[in-house]
């Protein structure tokens, strides 16, 4: 199944109660907010994302992740929105 990583941006000024409800229906969709893989020296580490990135898995094309969790977003949580998602082969961190 593909990777995703999406960044979403609530316009205005939300509060952090509205990105909290946000953390909560995105895991909801299978997107958290961290990130595992092994580091320099080979040891399993968790990364925690920038704010509102989120990173996981769905059987769906890039479009159609946007366009649900989008719809999603402006259902439950508010209209102006920004949602950006990346089709992730592979990723590091420093």
């Known amino acids: 199944m593909p990777n995703y990583a999406i960044r979403v941006e609530l316009k205005g ?16 969709y299978g997107f958290g907010r961290t990130v595992t893989g092994v580091d320099k020296q080979g040891n399993s580490t968790r990364v925690d994302l ?5 990173y996981g ?18 259902n439950e949580i508010q209209q102006a929105i920004v949602v ?11």
Do not use: G, K
Request: include cysteine; glycine fraction near 0%.
């Open 13 to 28: 000024n939300p509060s952090a109660e509205r990105y909290e409800s946000l953390h909560a229906l995105m895991a909801t």
């Open 57 to 74: 898995s769905s059987d769906r094309d890039c479009a159609s992740v946007r366009d649900s969790i989008s719809a999603a977003i402006r």
């Open 50 to 54: 920038p704010h509102a990135t989120y």
């Open 84 to 94: 950006f998602v990346v089709l992730a082969q592979t990723w590091a961190t420093a």
